[in-house]
């Protein structure tokens, strides 16, 4: 069983920065792909970033700019450097892994609190 744990959350002001990780038990395998959601209260979960194994990232248009997706394959291990936060980022930032081969898998973190506050 592939266990994922987030780490980083916390507060920050407005402009502020903060960089939430997300790191998978086991190997790195050619098929993951690992996103960034979050959840904010009364509102829908929503995709914020996702890079698969070769690097290559996608951010949804809120985070582009702001936003910053690396990957480091050896540890398994994502990290989302969140610059010139807003208020609207607030909520519970969740990782998720996505896996094909060797064997399929939906794997999702407890999430980690993201506050903005003014």
């Known amino acids: 069983q592939v266990r994922v744990v987030e780490s980083g959350g916390g507060s920050a002001q407005p402009s502020g920065s903060l960089r939430i990780s997300c790191v998978a038990s086991?190997?790195?395998?050619?098929?993951?792909?690992m996103h960034w959601f979050r959840q904010a209260p009364g509102k829908p979960r929503e995709l914020v970033a996702s890079?698969?194994?070769?690097?290559?990232?996608l951010l949804a248009d809120f985070a582009k700019g702001r936003f910053t997706l690396s990957k480091e394959n050896a540890r398994n291990t994502m990290h989302l450097q969140m610059n010139a936060l807003e208020p609207g980022d607030t909520g519970v930032y969740l990782c998720?892994?996505?896996?094909?081969?060797?064997?399929?898998?939906?794997?999702w973190g407890q999430g980690t609190q993201v506050t903005v506050i003014g």
């Open positions: 998720n892994l996505v896996r094909i081969h060797p064997s399929a898998g939906d794997y």
């Open positions: 086991g190997n790195s395998y050619v098929s993951d792909v």
């Open positions: 890079v698969n194994h070769f690097g290559t990232t």
